[in-house]
């Protein structure tokens, strides 16, 4: 195994692969509940950045949905944290943020669309990932959209399985 990047060790926390433990909840005041289950995937080659993929599946029929691929970067001496950031659905982003111990609170700092994304577009993004005392993973994200102020779209829980 290639050996961790010092500049990483504060996010060693996520490395390795998560499953949602149970369905993770998807709300939106526009939208019908619904239920989710979601594998994470955090790697590193050795160079100073987390290599990441999100996948999303309906909770009852298995079918893929939404899907994120990115990389996650640390300003060296900081706890300073990027995200950057794209989504099946047409949409990159850059998220930036703190890490407070295992915590992490990052929020959107640009976003990119492909010209045909489906309406309302997403304005602005809110993500807390943390590692439980529990030793599972949470994760939070809220958004805003064209017609919707800062709201909470999901919420899941996940636990290591390598
Ligand atoms: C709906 C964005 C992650 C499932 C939506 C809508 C937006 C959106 C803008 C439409 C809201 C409206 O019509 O007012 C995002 C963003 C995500 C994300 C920015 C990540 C940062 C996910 C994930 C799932 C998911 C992980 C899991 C399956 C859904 C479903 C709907 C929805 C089922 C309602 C039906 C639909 O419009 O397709 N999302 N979403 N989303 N999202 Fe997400």
Same mark, same amino acid.
């Given at each position: ?17 998560? @499953? #949602?433990?149970? $369905? ?6 526009? *939208?019908?509940?619904?239920?989710? +289950?979601? %594998?994470?995937? =955090? ?16 909770? @009852? #029929?298995?079918? $893929? ?6 990389? *996650?970067?640390?300003?060296?001496? +900081?706890? %300073?944290?990027? =995200? ?79």
């Amino acid at each position: 195994a290639v050996e961790l990047n010092p500049v990483l060790k504060p996010l060693s926390w996520l490395l390795g692969t998560w @499953e #949602s433990d149970e $369905p993770g909840e998807g709300t939106f005041p526009t *939208i019908k509940p619904f239920r989710y +289950t979601e %594998k994470l995937h =955090f790697s590193h080659v050795g160079q100073p950045v987390i290599n990441f993929t999100f996948n999303a599946f309906h909770a @009852e #029929s298995n079918k $893929p949905l939404h899907r994120e691929c990115g990389f *996650i970067r640390i300003q060296p001496g +900081t706890n %300073k944290v990027a =995200f950057i950031i794209a989504q099946n659905s047409g949409l990159v982003e850059v998220e930036e943020g703190e890490l407070t111990g295992n915590h992490l609170k990052l929020q959107s700092q640009s976003l990119g669309r492909i010209s045909f994304a489906k309406e309302p577009h997403v304005q602005q993004i809110g993500r807390v990932l943390q590692l439980r005392p529990d030793g599972k993973l949470e994760q939070t994200v809220s958004m805003a959209t064209d017609n919707q102020p800062l709201t909470q779209h999901l919420h899941i829980t996940y636990t290591r399985s390598s």
